[in-house]
């Protein structure tokens, strides 16, 4: 039987001809493959809602933190708070030597040998710019503080590294090291003052805070508390905790650096109560032009 002979078409482009060869069966396949795919695809995605890989990702980072935050809350829970001395709160959180050995060899860059505060803040002395309680220390601990350039050290020491190292910095307020760094955020050191306005719970009157609010908080957090200067109050997230005593303690001892003054030296006792009361029933309002998220998350 003859072979049979490859076809030239009939045109030509600059003396280049090309054979009539048909093409390979798995390459027509693929194509036919790529229209049906296309088909599927296009209404799928485009059409009808189809959930995009950046939506997949975005669900997957969502649940990722969610579980970040209830595994940090059941860590908080879990810990004693921060109310008797300091050698008896570290000892029932964690390991101190163990402690003092995590910090040795991961925290004095930024800390300092002896928690006197390098790139990072002093932790000797009674200010504290996320809270000094131990569920802030942990909090702060495993979640880190990304726009300062502290990791998140949960993924990397773990639940019981963390609780050591925060044992041992339970320890340290005190100590009075040499060359101590400036105090950062707040202090701490005036117990008694906030035992006046600072009960085991909040026990004001949500009514008179609101007037108290609109007198004297407007100007910085909105009418509706959405935050115009001073942050939004009305979101999950919070710069200073989200517990009754956080939010006590940022109205009557004020944010120096942020320019809201001590309401303690113009509010008495029973009006800081009560506006601390009204604050806390702003969360989840949603009023119209919320201030953009300042501070941690703390989910619901």
């Not at 933190?65 to 008896?88: C, F, I, L, R, Y």
């Not at 044992?167 to 090291?177: K, Q, V």
Request: aromatic share 8%; net charge negative.
């Amino acid at each position: 039987m003859p072979q049979e002979k490859d076809k030239l078409l009939d045109h030509n482009f600059d003396g280049i001809q090309e054979y009539d060869n048909p093409l390979p069966r798995w390459w027509v396949w693929l194509f036919y493959g790529s229209i049906i795919f296309s088909v599927i695809y296009f209404p799928y995605y485009h059409l009808f809602g189809g959930t995009s890989a950046r939506e997949e990702y975005q669900m997957e980072m969502s649940a990722w933190e969610q579980k970040q935050a209830e595994q940090a809350a059941v860590a908080a829970a879990n810990a004693p708070a921060a109310n008797t001395s300091s050698d008896g709160v570290a000892q029932s959180i964690g390991n101190v030597d163990a402690g003092k050995q995590v910090f040795a060899t991961n925290c004095v860059a930024c800390h300092g040998m002896l928690g006197e505060g390098t790139i990072g803040p002093n932790l000797t002395d009674s200010f504290w710019i996320h809270g000094n309680r131990t569920e802030d220390l942990l909090r702060v601990v495993n979640e880190g503080v990304p726009d300062k350039g502290m990791v998140a050290w949960k993924a990397i020491l773990g639940p019981q590294k963390v609780q050591d190292v925060v044992a041992y910095l339970h320890t340290l307020e005190g100590t009075n090291p040499p060359n101590p760094k400036a105090p950062e955020g707040k202090d701490y050191s005036s117990a008694d003052t906030m035992a006046a306005v600072a009960p085991a719970a909040l026990t004001g009157n949500a009514d008179s805070g609101k007037q108290v609010f609109t007198t004297n908080c407007v100007a910085c957090h909105g009418m509706l508390g959405e935050g115009t200067i001073g942050p939004n109050l009305t979101d999950n997230f919070w710069i200073h905790g989200n517990t009754d005593q956080d939010i006590l303690q940022v109205i009557a001892n004020g944010v120096p650096e942020k320019g809201m003054v001590a309401w303690k030296t113009v509010l008495n006792p029973k009006k800081i109560q009560d506006v601390a009361v009204y604050v806390t029933t702003l969360k989840g309002t949603n009023p119209p032009n919320p201030k953009a998220p300042e501070g941690t998350e703390y989910p619901e």
